[in-house]
């Protein structure tokens, strides 16, 4: 069974960083991409980064261009999320996605980590 789980959420005020992480079990993604997305209350699920199965290739969404930093480890099966300079906007839910077989789609989710941002 592929397991996600997500650690590393929590309180912090406007301005501060949280690292969070993702841990995978049951199936190894070194050849696969990985990812974060996060739902607001009230809003849908969006795109917040991603990473190629080799590290050399990252996106990210605008609104965290420039403050968020996503990396992963390979041999731990781990991808990891560094976010400085939050805002109360950047408040969510933040889910871990690892990508199948099919490129670009993302068919394991963890169940999700908490982040509040404080004004």
């Known amino acids: 069974q592929v397991q996600l789980v997500e650690s590393g959420g929590g309180l912090v005020q406007a301005g501060g960083s949280l690292r969070l992480s993702c841990a995978a079990s049951?199936?190894?993604?070194?050849?696969?991409?990985m990812g974060w997305f996060r739902q607001a209350p009230g809003k849908e699920r969006e795109f917040v980064a991603a990473?190629?199965?080799?590290?050399?290739?990252?996106n990210y969404a605008d609104s965290v261009k420039g403050r968020f930093i996503i990396s992963r480890n390979n041999v731990k099966n781990t991808v990891t999320l560094q976010m400085n300079s939050l805002k109360p906007e950047d408040t969510a839910v933040y889910y871990c996605a690892g990508e199948g077989s099919v490129a670009s789609k993302y068919d394991y989710w963890g169940q999700g980590t908490q982040v509040t941002v404080s004004s």
């Open positions: 049951g199936r190894t993604f070194s050849s696969n991409a």
């Open positions: 990473i190629s199965w080799s590290g050399g290739s990252r």
